[in-house]
């Protein structure tokens, strides 16, 4: 494999990496050969997985690279002081000369390398560190604020190629539980000797394989979404509490920080009414209760509220467009709870992933000509996210 030079640009080409077909495992020694390249050092070493001790490391400028990392010799390294901080601090960490008595529990490991000088980050992804970049050099170093800023830039991608690789653990086909007999690996013998049930015993097996994998898949984007929902009002709490403890506060200043409080509060209650909902719908048949009503009338209700808060978010500033085709009167037979909780649904979602200063589309028409014609409504937005790429993660 070719690497490129220091000139090209960096970010591109560790993306273009992430997007290689090939293992994680293949991409994350990729990695090492790359950064080591361009940073013109001797050692790179990139843990990937805390959980698992996953670690990937390249040594440069060395006809004779024999060794050999043991897990036992990373997991120690792990405990010395300047892991710990690195591991938990999203702060750049440098050494310019390991020789120095008070790096002395670092020597062990590096000196088999002859590495003299480290510079070393924590990697994270919306906010979680999952992983370190390690880079060292065979002589002492002061490090320039050039490779510290390159590292910091090497180390938001690297973040994401552990956050998939982790993903990609969670729901690899190896750790899902085969010890019901439905799993099992081996066709049973009385199926295996008719080549009818042996036919529809595999299909069987693959497609729930598959279901069961979609359903990993669902669960996790499921607890990933109430995480990133929680952390921002859980956050304006936590800092209202720090500010109200550390400092007397101006009567208006306090009901400004009250309200912070009241808001985060109602944003988190609306997320555990939302559990709460899912909880219900599993536990009990779902009813319905079908009335006749008005369609357009329904959805300039619903999408009243929505269109003023977008034109006032002047961070977004979203505009919606309805494409009615249908007859100003027309009627449907209808839930309009969830006909209305729906809509509100796809629009929140356009609301948090459009581009901003872009135009949110709902349109509604018929499939055909026809009397008894389906409607169709569609809804449909510009965002970032939406390339083939990420098609197989909507759920």
Not at 52 to 70: A, D, P, Q, R
Not at 77 to 82: E, H, I, V
Not at 378 to 390: A, H, I, P, R, W
């Amino acid at each position: 494999m070719s690497y490129p030079s220091k000139d090209n640009n960096l970010e591109k080409s560790l993306l273009q990496e992430i997007l290689n077909p090939s293992d994680y495992d293949t991409n994350f020694e990729n990695f090492t050969q790359m950064i080591t390249d361009l940073f013109g050092v001797d050692f790179c070493l990139i843990i990937s997985d805390f959980n698992h001790l996953k670690y990937f490391y390249t040594v440069g400028k060395s006809n004779e690279n024999n060794s050999v990392i043991s897990p036992k010799k990373v997991s120690n390294l792990m405990q010395s002081f300047w892991m710990i901080n690195l591991k938990y601090e999203s702060k750049i960490n440098s050494v310019s000369n390991l020789e120095h008595k008070k790096h002395q529990k670092l020597l062990p490991f590096f000196q088999e390398f002859n590495v003299k000088s480290l510079l070393g980050i924590s990697t994270s992804f919306k906010g979680q560190i999952n992983g370190i970049i390690i880079l060292g050099k065979q002589e002492p170093l002061q490090w320039s604020q050039k490779d510290k800023t390159t590292l910091k830039r090497v180390s938001c991608i690297i973040g994401m190629a552990c956050h998939l690789s982790q993903i990609n653990t969670i729901i690899n086909e190896k750790n899902i539980n085969r010890d019901s007999p439905l799993f099992q690996s081996n066709t049973p013998k009385p199926i295996e000797e008719n080549p009818i049930l042996k036919l529809w015993w595999q299909s069987t097996k693959k497609q729930l394989d598959k279901q069961l994998e979609w359903n990993r898949k669902v669960i996790y984007n499921m607890i990933t979404i109430m995480s990133d929902q929680t952390r921002n009002p859980l956050a304006i709490i936590k800092m209202v509490i720090t500010v109200l403890r550390s400092k007397e506060l101006s009567p208006e200043d306090l009901i400004k920080r009250l309200t912070m409080l009241e808001e985060a509060w109602s944003k988190l209650n609306n997320i555990n009414e939302k559990i709460l909902q899912l909880k219900h719908l599993k536990s009990q048949d779902s009813s319905c209760n079908l009335v006749s009503t008005n369609l357009k009338e329904l959805i300039d209700n619903i999408t009243h509220t929505c269109q003023s808060k977008w034109q006032e978010d002047a961070k977004n500033s979203l505009t919606l467009r309805i494409d009615f085709s249908l007859q100003p009167k027309q009627l449907i037979i209808t839930d309009t709870q969830h006909f209305t909780n729906i809509i509100e649904e796809l629009l929140t979602n356009a609301g948090k992933f459009s581009v901003p200063n872009s135009t949110v589309t709902l349109e509604v028409n018929q499939e055909n000509n026809s009397n008894n014609s389906p409607i169709i409504i569609t809804l449909s937005n510009l965002s970032e996210y939406g390339c083939q790429d990420n098609t197989t993660e909507f759920f």
